[in-house]
């Protein structure tokens, strides 16, 4: 179903949510420059502070899948000023906190604000733009956000954290959550009749174990203080909870993720190739900067330049996706943006036998290109012929496997290098021996997802 609103108010809808995704994007990175502050202000153990991060990752994790059923029975418009509001707000506490455990448990309440922060602006997107260049223009734009939000934030972390007070990073995001709030009230339009239905409370405990396990996994994948019994653990909780839904969603009436969401158009197919893809490229901004930082001891500041390329070239990127779109198939615009992706991250191995500025440079340069249109593509293609009774169902999902994914890219890479140089030699230094493997080894899995884009994928017959 799409709504009636004119281009101008179009036009500021996406900014609006734009901004809203790029300060909760920000708030999954910026804290990791700013954890020694922190530590010393509040008193405690730097390694203690993990839990904060860990904390919104979970609570990402678990409430991202109830996003559609919110966005259903409450509407999207209340949905996304509660998120603000919650997001806000629990800004201000975190911001506010005088010890550890405040710190976690609003940042806990935080994460649970931001995970119906995405699925649900982006749900508002896809029903806003239902045009297919439209939608293009629209997922390249909060494309563009995102890879901004994760370069950006590491960089924004540490100006607020030297400059003013940790607290800022924090405080930062009220003027523009009510900034946001106030906009969208006035713009947005309730755009169309609620959904009541019941919800699947057995579902949400089956499926939030199972991400919440993974994340947790992820997370503690590499820490040789975590029993190898009790990581194993988690993976078997997450499997059984997995096939427990599945079970469970065959005989439910209205599940929280329908199972026929996975057969509608292009969704399925399309979520498995983003997913793979996304473990290759989510370690981009890892492992380039852990390259400059270990195997020529660049500092932070400096290995930080080196994403000033991408930046740049992301937003001339954005500029250019809407007329590539109209000259060349999106299908095969998508399957040769793939192969790009694949060629130049293989290419960062010569990096690692002896350093080129100037090639890094282009390669950079290159890769922020590129991505943005691969990204917008896949992300807009996972919706093209999606019934509009699973929008929401499906914007939750999708907004599931970029988060996993990302969090599995940086697991898988991190098990890589530990296999290479063994866990008892994993110090502060990586051998440039790594960096001549890892590249190539990351970068099968998206050699893997560009295949079976060109083999699976069901290109819009009426597209331009």
Sequence with gaps: MTITITEQSKKILSRIISVIMLMELLDTTVLNTALPQIAHSLNVNPVSLKEVLT???????????????????????????AAIILFTLSSLACGLAVNLPMLVGFRLLQGVGGAFLMPIGRQILIRVFPDSLDRIKAMAKINTITLLGL??????????????????????????????????????PQIREVTKYRFDIIGFILIGLALGSLLFLMDILIDNRIAPSWKLFLLTLAACCLILYILHARKHPQPLISL?????????????????????????????????????????????????????????????????????????????????????????????????????????????FFLPIQ??????????????????????????????????????????IIGIIGPNDLGHQVPLVVFKIIFIVQSLYALLAAYLFHKSYLPEKNSL
Excluded at 154 to 167: E, K, S
Aim: with cysteine; glycine share 8%; net charge positive.
């Design 260 to 368: 026929k969401l996975f057969h509608q158009g292009n969704f399925g197919s399309a979520s498995a190739c983003s997913f793979l893809s996304r473990l290759t490229t989510s370690t981009h901004p890892f492992l380039v900067p852990l390259l400059l930082q270990t195997g020529y001891g660049f500092t932070a500041f400096h290995s930080g330049l080196y994403q000033v390329p991408v930046i740049f070239s992301t937003l001339i990127s954005f500029q250019f996706i809407p007329k590539l779109h109209k000259k060349y198939h999106p299908h095969d615009l998508l399957v040769f943006a793939s192969c790009m992706v694949v060629f130049i991250f293989c290419s960062f191995t010569l990096q690692a036998f002896y350093l080129i500025p100037a090639l890094l440079i282009i390669q950079q340069l290159l890769m922020g």
């Design 375 to 416: 990204t917008a593509l896949m992300n807009s293609q996972a919706y093209q012929n999606l019934h509009d009774v699973y929008l929401s169902q499906g914007s939750a999902f999708y907004s599931g496997v970029i988060q996993v994914s990302g969090s599995f890219g940086i697991a898988s890479a991190a098990l890589v």
């Design 55 to 81: 904390v919104y990752f979970l609570s990402l994790g678990i409430f991202i899948p109830v996003s559609g059923w919110v966005a259903d029975y409450f509407g999207e418009k209340k949905s996304m000023l």
């Design 151 to 188: 370069l950006m934030g590491p960089i924004v972390g540490g100006a607020l954290t030297t400059y003013a007070n940790w607290r800022w990073i924090f405080f930062i995001n009220i003027p523009t959550g009510i900034l946001g709030l106030l906009l969208l009230y006035y713009y947005l």
